[in-house]
């Protein structure tokens, strides 16, 4: 494997350790680590060596192609989340400004995408009925072994030294007296 290469995957690999760090949310330490990784990786991405060869240099073209629509998607979610009543203070401008955005990421990506043919349309038919089948299964699955163990009868309350470990458990996460 050649440099190029090695750092295309080894990028990939700290792109997706950044993003499930980042996933971890404020609970952990860790979380603070996501971006800084994610960034690491995407900045490895973009400044990586022209002599690239078959399944590298297909994969760094669809991540350039991904961008324009990909950035201005992103920005416009942002606005839309950030102008609405259920995530900030509403403002009838921003959110527009916001949705103007996500459809010109949709027009984007419509005009920069392969025409579509018949066959891959079939091709997709077949992968999404192959999708909603395994859905299917394991929704039986989990339906039959739901019904398969029933209910267990309650729990036995906390004693009083498991109440109190709990207590000073939360009282130490959350700031309480």
């Known amino acids: 494997m050649e440099n190029g290469e090695a750092i295309v995957w080894a990028s990939l690999v700290v792109l997706t350790i950044g993003l499930c760090l980042h996933r971890m949310g404020p609970a952990f330490e860790r ?3 996501g971006p800084p990784l994610m960034l690491l990786g995407i900045t490895c991405l973009v ?9 590298e240099d297909k994969l ?15 920005l416009g979610a942002i606005l839309a989340l950030r102008a609405s009543s259920n995530y ?6 921003i959110l527009s400004l916001g949705w103007v955005l996500i459809a010109l990421s949709w027009y984007i ?3 920069s995408s ?11 038919s077949w992968a999404t009925l192959g999708v909603f089948s395994g859905l299917l299964a394991f929704g039986v699955g989990v339906v039959v072994a739901e019904q398969m163990t029933g209910l267990d009868s309650e ?5 009083e030294n498991e109440s109190s470990l ?4 939360l009282e130490r996460r959350l700031g309480g007296d």
């Open 109 to 111: 990506f419509i005009n």
């Open 88 to 93: 900030g203070i509403s403002n009838p401008y």
């Open 155 to 159: 729990s036995a309350p906390l004693s």
């Open 60 to 74: 760094i073209q669809s991540f350039f192609d991904l961008l324009p629509w990909a950035i201005t998607f992103f």
């Open 31 to 33: 979380g603070r680590f």
């Open 114 to 124: 392969n025409p579509i043919s018949l066959h891959s349309i079939l091709r997709g």
């Open 47 to 55: 400044l990586l060596p022209a002599e690239l060869v078959y399944p």
């Open 166 to 169: 709990v207590r000073i458990i």
